[in-house]
């Protein structure tokens, strides 16, 4: 009998789902740029007035006498991103019970890479606007967009050996953890004491739930509904109610892998003997019980997280990521473009993106390793370390979010937005010559 343990079989059950979450993030990654360069296009072109009056289109939801009106814009940035977040959540819960982030020994140097990557960065922008009332954008470089990072790496394949892969995407999980907690701390409007209470309250059910065994979607959809509603109200993004939801979400199986490997054979037996002699399973009880019962065991051997974050996933990444690009990063270049590239909040970007983001990495994994908190990856070098902090540069769709909190100035946007664009293009293009010149320089060696 042939062993099905073998490390090569754990180790391609290991690198199978990566893969397959990386090849998701490279076509949401295209698909943002596609949309990134349409914003760009029509905020530039004859129908930027249009373009411009669309997303502030006041809309209203309303349930009996209350109601709330908003611009389609906030909408987006205040609803829709919720989801966003609330998958963000959920990837970052199942990187620490059983990802990269599941240990100490594990999650050690990518997040100290990845706090190394937003110290840095803000400490550069800090230096071009500290003092000013641009420095309130501080947070916008310490952002790595996943989608767009991995897409690079996807774009160089075998030139980025795949223990790298996997650090980029725990160090991006680790930062997008960083990103939310500067969100919920650094960029909160005034809070109201009495929405914040029910919004513990709200969450406290979510928790309940999830530690009497509840497992119905509508439960938590309810819960995240009403979380989300006095959360808006309360002065805290509401973004951060989707990553509070995603904490109470139950990563528990009710059956284990053993008990649904029994199960299921067998109820596909007792489907196999219940339509041997007729393969139509309309009038067949027997037959549809038996597939009912798998059905039942499948949702019982996978966890509701898993489920959230499966079903999810695809909507965030192909709907409203893209929707949330083309209504936040169209930027209408007027003036002197001179001027705008050389403006304090254009540079502190810029700055903060190219050069802070692989400089916080690479010095604090170093310091780590140093120290002995943690131990680099086999056949992984420093200048390994230098692409991957690169890459991870690309700030897009998360820097555009923090920027939309930061700065409500038109002019301030715009500029943000250039640095935003022109940082992510350049740490793209660098990662990517950095790992073309080391392969075909081990090339040569070999």
Sequence with gaps: MRNTFSPRSILLSIKKPIERFIH???????????????????ANSALHNDYHHVWETPCSISIGSISMTKALHHWINDGLMVIFFFVVGLEIKRELLVGELSSAKKAALPVVAALGGMVAPALIYMIFNGGTPAERGWGIPMATDIAFALGVVALLGSRVPFVLKVFLAALAIA??????????????????????????????????????????????????VVLWIVILQSGIHATIAGVLLAVAIPARQRINADEFAEHARAYIEEFAMQTRESKSILANQRAQSAVRDLERSCELVQTPLSRFENNLHAWVAFLIMPIFAIANAGVRLEGNLAEVFLHPITLGIIGGLVLGKPLGITLFCWIACRLKIAHMPVGVTWVDIIGIGSIAGIGFTMALFIQGLAFTDATLAMEAKVG????????????????SLRSRRRGVAE
């Design 24 to 42: 998701a993030e490279t076509s949401s990654g295209i698909l943002l740029l596609i949309c990134g360069i349409a914003a760009l296009a029509l």
């Design 175 to 224: 930062d997008d953890l960083g990103a939310v907690l500067v969100i919920a701390l650094f960029y909160t409007e005034e809070i109201q004491g009495m929405m914040l209470f029910w919004a513990s309250v709200a969450f406290v059910v979510a928790l309940v739930g999830n530690i009497l065994g509840v497992r119905s979607v509508l439960f938590y959809l309810i819960v995240g």
């Design 420 to 435: 935003i664009f022109a940082a992510s293009l350049i740490s793209g293009i660098l990662g990517y010559c950095i790992f």
